[in-house]
């Protein structure tokens, strides 16, 4: 591999001479078709990776295991919120006085202590024990999923199975009543995935103002009138010293809930089927060993998890680091991906193995005090709906050639447009 160094551009400036388009690439649909070759080139040459994004801007990637966590785990270094770090752009200054306020209001984007508060509030609502007790609502809604596609003998995996699970899951468990889940479902696209359902501008304001006003009205319901739902335990949250969340705080909290809620797992579920489908072996094994379902779900997450790379860090000081110099206000992210495929922390990284003893240290969840809050969410609703799957069609297989299936091409979330099967 050649390289060269053009002082004469700045700081960011180690060129790729070979293949100087593919610096822009990371996010074309070729490029996510199969990051991972990529990937190990940027740990081996370039761990510390500065990415000219098309529209001028600089970003960082880390894609080391051991930078990964000492990024995740460094708040004083590294901010989640741009402000103080960065003069706020004008275009941020207009979304704190919109609408957008009652929903961007929220923890992942917040740094100590604003996002201790938040974090221990919301801790007192999600609890592990609220998560175990909805195992059974959980397997009969993937039951419910199944008895739809079971008719059919081919399905999409993504659109009629991934996607709508833990949509069902997040509304049930917030205590949306069933007749107004369609509602919510509708306004909540504008947040999620404006683009995907090809939303404008315009109905994205429309959506999330119709999605707050909803909520307004919950919380105040939820607080004359408590039920045993999350929407509930989030209006009740109060700290020793009688601090409470907002009514922005708590829309923006639900805001997130759906997005970290579903995005992530819709992933899960269509990344993790599909690493089975092609490890055929690793399959059987499953089919025959229940036990290692546990087992499975971490090794799927370490081998292709749905977080590609985390959300935003700002760097707060200049700093050096691998030899790249990294200016305050600068925007770092790291690849959750690559540092699950490291061979410095796991052994034959790129090998499906569901029996490895190494599957565990995996970071598909983050690290720090950002460490994901739905992990037990997210691992229950895996197992469910991996078992129940596989039970009830053990000969599934894809419908077509792995080579045509298209991925999405956005930064953060790693996962298939969609995953056709036949069984
Ligand atoms: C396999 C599925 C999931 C994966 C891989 C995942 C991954 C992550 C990661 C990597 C972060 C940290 C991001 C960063 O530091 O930039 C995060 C944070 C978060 N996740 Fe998840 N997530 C999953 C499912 C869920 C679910 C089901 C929920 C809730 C319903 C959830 C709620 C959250 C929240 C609220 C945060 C912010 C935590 C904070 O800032 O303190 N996630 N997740």
């Known amino acids: 591999m050649r390289h060269s160094i053009d002082l004469s551009a700045g700081l ?50 880390i894609t080391r295991y051991d930078d990964v966590m000492a990024v995740l785990k460094d708040n004083v270094r590294f901010a989640k919120d741009p402000e103080g770090v960065k003069d706020k752009p004008a275009e941020a200054r207009k979304g704190s006085r919109s609408i957008y306020k009652m929903i961007n209001r929220n923890m992942l984007f917040a740094d100590p202590p604003d996002h201790t508060r938040l974090r221990k509030l919301v801790n007192q609502a999600f609890t592990p024990r609220r998560v175990e007790r909805l195992a059974p609502r959980i397997e009969a809604i993937t039951h419910e999923l199944l008895d739809q596609v079971e008719v059919k003998g081919e399905f999409d995996l993504i659109g009629d199975f991934a996607f709508p699970l833990p949509v069902t899951v997040i509304m049930e468990m917030l205590g ?12 909540t696209k504008a947040i999620i995935s404006p683009g995907r359902h090809g939303i404008t501008l315009k109905e994205r304001k429309q959506n999330i103002r119709l999605f707050v006003d909803y909520l307004r009205g919950m919380f105040a319901l939820r607080g004359r009138e408590p039920q045993d739902d999350l929407i509930t335990a989030l209006v009740q949250a109060e700290d020793d010293a009688g601090d409470k969340l907002n009514e922005s705080e708590l829309s923006s909290m639900v805001a997130l809930l759906f997005v970290t809620g579903h995005e992530t797992v819709v992933n899960q579920i269509g990344n993790g089927v599909l690493a089975l489908l092609q490890h055929p072996e690793q399959l059987a094994l499953l089919k025959t060993r229940s036990e290692l379902l546990d087992r499975a779900v971490e090794e799927l997450l370490r081998y292709d998890g749905p977080v590609e790379t985390s959300t935003t860090r700002w760097a707060r000081l200049d700093m050096v680091w691998n030899g790249r110099e990294i200016k305050r206000g600068d925007v770092i992210r790291v690849v959750m991906s690559s540092a699950n495929r490291d061979g410095a922390v796991f052994d034959r990284p790129d090998e499906l193995d569901l029996l490895r003893d190494d599957a565990q240290h995996h970071v598909a969840f983050g ?35 792995v080579t045509d299936l298209e991925w999405h091409t956005g930064v953060i979330f790693r996962g298939l447009k969609a995953l056709p099967l036949v069984f």
């Open 12 to 61: 960011c400036s180690y060129l790729w001479m070979d293949d100087l388009a593919e610096q822009h690439d990371l996010f074309s649909p070729r490029f996510k078709a199969n990051p991972f070759p990529r990937y190990a080139e940027m740990r081996e040459q370039e761990p510390v990776y500065c990415h000219h994004a098309p529209y001028g801007a600089q970003i960082w990637y």
């Open 176 to 187: 949306i009543p069933a007749a107004e889940q369609q509602d919510m479902y509708e306004w």
């Open 367 to 401: 690290r720090g005090i950002h460490y994901c809050l739905g992990a037990p969410l997210a691992r229950l609703e895996g197992k469910i709906a991996l078992r129940v799957l596989f039970e009830r069609f053990p000969d599934l297989r894809l419908d077509g050639d």
